[in-house]
């Protein structure tokens, strides 16, 4: 009950809720960012949700398009801009994800959404995390975030989907406010971003 109907009314509630709320936030961080990235304040990428049906994830932009002589993209360390390291050490370019809330893509709690190009480095336990909708926050973000291992994370998601309720959810958002404030399981050094999934080792 609570999974099909109940779940996807609060996340629609909260999601225009919090979009009100941060509405100040929201277009400062857009003028700001329309200014930096040349008038493209948003990052899309494509991502596999629930039941890897793939949608597009939606993140204000925190780092330039800049490439080299050979068009390849630059590092992170000369991409990341000023305002964009604020905004992911705050976790606030994940804001526009309530839009793909709303739409039905995400939920506010659930596994992170992560890269298409993992889904072949699966193995059957790992894939389980693609039997709910991914989330904006969820189980794994509150135990570590992208400071603990890729096995880790996996084990925190399927745990998420096995004691899915609501009681765990209200537990995640509360623990999500907590670690945003204290910026607790990030990455301290210059690259945020987690090392890449490299799949499972035989």
């Given at each position: 009950?609570?999974?099909?109907?109940i779940?996807?009314?609060?996340?629609?509630?909260?999601?225009?809720?919090?979009?009100?709320?941060?509405?100040?936030?929201?277009?400062?961080?857009?003028?700001?960012?329309?200014?930096?990235?040349?008038?493209?304040?948003?990052?899309?990428?494509?991502?596999?949700?629930k039941?890897?049906?793939?949608?597009?994830?939606?993140?204000?932009?925190?780092?330039?398009?800049?490439?080299?002589?050979?068009?390849?993209?630059?590092?992170?360390?000369?991409?990341i801009?000023?305002?964009?390291?604020?905004?992911?050490?705050?976790?606030?370019?994940?804001?526009?994800?309530?839009?793909?809330?709303?739409?039905?893509?995400?939920?506010?709690?659930?596994?992170?959404?992560?890269?298409?190009?993992?889904?072949?480095?699966?193995?059957?336990?790992?894939?389980?995390?693609?039997?709910?909708?991914?989330g904006?926050?969820?189980?794994?973000?509150?135990?570590?975030?992208?400071?603990?291992?890729?096995?880790?994370?996996?084990?925190?998601?399927?745990?998420?989907i096995?004691?899915?309720?609501?009681?765990?959810?209200?537990?995640?958002?509360?623990?999500?406010?907590?670690?945003?404030?204290?910026?607790?399981?990030i990455?301290?050094g210059?690259?945020l971003?987690?090392?890449?999934?490299?799949?499972?080792?035989?």
């Amino acid at each position: 009950m609570y999974s099909n109907y109940i779940k996807r009314l609060m996340d629609i509630l909260l999601s225009l809720i919090a979009l009100i709320l941060l509405s100040p936030v929201i277009i400062l961080l857009w003028i700001c960012l329309f200014i930096v990235n040349s008038g493209h304040p948003f990052f899309y990428q494509l991502r596999p949700g629930k039941d890897e049906r793939v949608f597009k994830l939606i993140k204000f932009k925190s780092m330039t398009d800049q490439r080299d002589e050979k068009g390849v993209l630059l590092t992170y360390e000369k991409r990341i801009t000023r305002i964009g390291s604020f905004i992911r050490k705050y976790s606030l370019d994940e804001i526009p994800q309530l839009f793909n809330v709303l739409l039905g893509d995400m939920s506010l709690i659930g596994p992170r959404p992560l890269l298409i190009k993992y889904l072949p480095l699966y193995n059957d336990f790992q894939k389980q995390r693609h039997l709910v909708k991914p989330g904006i926050t969820g189980w794994a973000q509150v135990h570590g975030r992208n400071s603990i291992s890729w096995e880790e994370k996996f084990k925190y998601d399927v745990w998420y989907i096995e004691h899915l309720s609501f009681k765990t959810d209200v537990l995640i958002l509360i623990l999500t406010i907590k670690k945003v404030i204290l910026k607790d399981g990030i990455n301290s050094g210059p690259n945020l971003n987690m090392v890449a999934f490299k799949g499972n080792k035989a």
